[in-house]
């Protein structure tokens, strides 16, 4: 976080926080720090809060923006510095220490493996060969992973247990290809990868 504080004539000294993004400084009352003093213009200048910056830019002010000794249009401005808007003297306070953001580990979505000619495990149950292909969420389920649904009246309908899309028999539980084409099986491996299951 950083503070801009403000010296008036006279006054006591004037603490502001400044914001993350852009502050903006000036006479207005719009601006985000209103500094009441005939030196400023309505829009005077504006303050940027980055991570590791934080700059001050000029916004054609009648009597300037000074930083140190020097008047400025846009500068980066270190811990401790001091500058003037206008006639009005003030100093910024921020800390460039950097902050440690511990690794957190993504949570790997559960995915089906190759048992071998073509044949995926369910995704639930490893171990056991996938019987169902839902082609909604692109997953693989043994039977007792798989919902039926029964509505009176009308034949059963399985569903996935994931997504709740109709299901379809995998192409090696009904006789059908045992082997999913070259492209299919890079296209399920970089989007398993990719998480975008």
């Known amino acids: 976080m950083a503070r801009l504080h403000i010296q008036l004539d006279g006054a006591p000294v004037l603490s502001r926080e400044l914001k993350w993004g852009i502050t903006r400084i000036g006479r207005a009352a719009d601006n985000d720090v209103?500094?009441?003093?005939?030196?400023?213009?309505?829009?005077?200048?504006?303050?940027?809060?980055?991570?590791?910056?934080?700059?001050?830019?000029d916004l054609g002010s009648t009597n300037g923006t000074t930083v140190g000794n020097r008047t400025?249009?846009?500068?980066?401005l270190a811990?401790?510095?001091?500058?003037?808007?206008?006639?009005?003297?003030?100093?910024?306070?921020?800390?460039?220490?950097?902050?440690?953001?511990?690794?957190i580990e993504a949570q790997r979505?559960?995915?089906?493996?190759?048992?071998?000619?073509?044949?995926?495990?369910?995704?639930?149950?490893?171990?056991?060969?996938?019987?169902?292909?839902?082609?909604?969420?692109?997953?693989?389920?043994?039977?007792?992973?798989?919902?039926d649904v029964r509505l009176v009246g009308r034949p059963p309908r399985r569903v996935c247990p994931e997504c709740s899309q109709p299901v379809v028999l995998a192409p090696w539980?009904?006789?059908?290809?045992?082997?999913?084409?070259?492209?299919k099986r890079i296209k399920t491996t970089v989007t398993r990868a990719a998480g975008l299951r």
């Open 34 to 57: 209103v500094i009441s003093h005939p030196s400023l213009s309505q829009h005077h200048c504006e303050m940027e809060l980055g991570i590791d910056f934080l700059k001050v830019r």
């Open 72 to 76: 400025v249009n846009e500068a980066f």
């Open 79 to 103: 811990p401790g510095e001091r500058l003037r808007f206008g006639q009005v003297p003030a100093t910024v306070e921020w800390s460039q220490e950097s902050v440690n953001v511990p690794d």
């Open 109 to 147: 979505l559960p995915a089906s493996v190759e048992l071998g000619e073509g044949v995926l495990s369910c995704i639930k149950h490893t171990a056991a060969v996938a019987s169902w292909h839902c082609e909604g969420c692109d997953g693989y389920f043994c039977s007792s992973c798989i919902k």
């Open 173 to 183: 539980a009904d006789g059908g290809q045992r082997k999913q084409s070259l492209w």
